[in-house]
């Protein structure tokens, strides 16, 4: 124990000759309105001769914006301090102290004074990374943003798609690695104080924003659900997306990374807990009286943390929340986390040094240590807790998955080279079309219907974990754990498998409940 104090004091010292200032990035307010012909912030694109990762820099001039113009998304930052603050009024900090009011002001501006429908998608960085321009997340977040707008143009709704980077010191020193790895629990410390300060009233106020936003459509949803009708719906109905589908006004879908991941699900683990809750009422309810699947609140459309450096046990009160008892009906995921064995950041250093940390801490007594174990292991990594696996399959030479039914060539031709962008998500929405039919002929019970796919560059099958069982095929709140080649290590968050993964359950949402949900009875 002596020696591993005089370690971390050792450490200390070092860290301290190269820690990284306290300073936000992102100092510039935006002087003009957004203007799609005037984007000085478009970022490059990856260069094939090289290692790929040459796309997402932006020109030196939009370094310190607040807003980054591109001509096909607008990107805007909000950075905390160590505390969880938001940066304080002063020259030293510019207008830094004003991000989140830039963010929210701009954002209600366009909801009340255009007819604009967007999609707003938040992400919040883990450990070792900055609001940087040249930081490898943001470059990469810009790029992810471009293929959301791809998508949004490709399948008609044509959202203008606005990023949201939340940034904090998660890069304590500035003399890299190896000094930065021994910054594990400065940084997990930081990343729990930002998850209970401002970043709260930002979420807040991003879901009353949607409120808002979705007034409209969320009426029509109501009027439908109050007028259901028993008619099963056509193919073209599900398939093709229609007005109705275009109607929701703001998307919203927040993702976190690591600490980020950590900084997520701590912000909003209060307000998923009420959802499932409040679920579990409205089910009840809508047995007693006859009224079929209710809908759910939500804290926007999807959130989604990414190899979440964070305690099982701080996972343990949601789900325990849905394991009191099973839901008789599927709801599309309220919270996806997903994690590789192949991650050894969550794998083995996070167990190895929560065992130190912990060292003095009590548990109740239990034969299985299952307390201990979880408060030592992340909730990706702790199979008590696991819901669902995701594994891919290979296709086969004709385009079809070897364990296939007969007839039912699952993503056939996703996988045909030259197939163009929308004819994989044509292909990837007649995936979710079946699912969703055969969902609504089961009375909207998913029992039967897992493992189901979706499709990538290899075909990835959703099954069940240990940690629900068959409960988890109806519930809201996903704990996968994967592995390589859909996630092959910590950093490996844009990985075209995964981002295919989440891009199909972001379009299920699409026709979620106006279409095919509002039938179930």
Not at 171 to 199: C, H, I, M, Q, W
Not at 464 to 493: C, E, R, Y
């Amino acid at each position: 124990m002596r020696v591993a104090l005089l370690l971390s004091m050792a450490c200390t010292v070092l860290g301290l000759a190269g820690c990284a200032e306290l300073q936000p990035y992102r100092t510039d307010a935006p002087t003009v309105a957004y203007d799609a012909s005037s984007t000085p912030c478009t970022p490059s694109k990856d260069d094939s001769s090289t290692d790929g990762n040459s796309g997402g820099q932006v020109a030196a001039q939009c370094a310190h914006r607040i807003r980054e113009d591109a001509s096909t998304y607008r990107l805007y930052f909000s950075e905390f301090d160590d505390q969880g603050w938001s940066f304080p009024k002063g020259h030293t900090y510019g207008e830094a102290t004003r991000q989140i009011d830039v963010f929210v002001g701009e954002l209600r501006d366009l909801i009340q004074k255009t007819d604009e429908s967007i999609s707003v998608v938040v992400f919040v960085h883990g450990w070792k990374h900055t609001a940087q321009t040249d930081d490898a997340n943001v470059k990469r977040f810009r790029s992810l943003l471009e293929s959301l707008d791809l998508v949004e143009r490709t399948t008609g709704c044509r959202r203008h798609v606005i990023g949201l980077y939340v940034g904090w010191r998660g890069a304590a020193t500035a003399l890299g690695d190896p000094l930065e790895s021994l910054s594990f629990y400065s940084r997990k410390n930081a990343a729990e104080r930002v998850a209970l300060g401002d970043v709260r009233v930002l979420f807040s106020q991003l879901r009353a924003t949607q409120d808002l936003a979705n007034l409209p459509w969320n009426e029509k949803v109501q009027r439908s659900l109050a007028s259901v009708s028993r008619v099963a719906p056509r193919p073209a109905d599900v398939i093709q997306p229609s007005h109705s589908q275009c109607d929701k006004r703001m998307r919203l879908s927040i993702a976190g990374h690591s600490f980020g991941g950590l900084i997520v699900y701590t912000s909003l683990a209060q307000a998923l807990i009420r959802d499932v809750v409040d679920l579990r009422q409205a089910e009840d309810l809508a047995a007693i009286n006859g009224t079929g699947r209710p809908t759910m609140t939500r804290e926007g459309d999807l959130v989604v943390v990414i190899n979440p450096a964070i305690e099982a046990t701080r996972f343990e009160p949601l789900f325990r929340a849905v394991q009191q008892r099973d839901l008789p009906h599927y709801h599309a995921p309220l919270f996806v986390a997903i994690t590789s064995t192949d991650d050894q950041a969550t794998r083995t250093a996070f167990p190895l040094g929560r065992s130190f940390s912990t060292l003095w801490e009590k548990y109740a007594v239990s034969d299985d240590q299952r307390e201990k174990r979880a408060n030592q292991t992340t909730l990706g990594q702790d199979e008590d807790f696991l819901t669902h696996t995701l594994t891919a399959v290979a296709y086969a030479s004709d385009g079809s998955v070897p364990t296939a039914a007969p007839g039912n060539a699952i993503c056939k031709g996703w996988n045909v080279p030259g197939a163009s962008f929308k004819e994989r998500l044509d292909i990837e929405t007649a995936e979710s079309a079946t699912f969703l039919q055969q969902l609504e002929r089961n009375g909207y019970d998913a029992k039967g219907l897992f493992p189901r796919s979706f499709c990538s560059l290899d075909v990835l099958r959703l099954g069940l974990g240990t940690g629900l069982g068959m409960a988890a095929v109806n519930s809201p709140v996903w704990n996968i754990q994967t592995s390589k080649p859909i996630v092959d290590d910590h950093n490996d968050f844009d990985n075209p498998r995964l981002i295919a993964f989440f891009r199909q359950l972001y379009r299920e949402a699409e026709f979620r409940e106006e279409q095919v949900g509002a039938r179930a009875k």
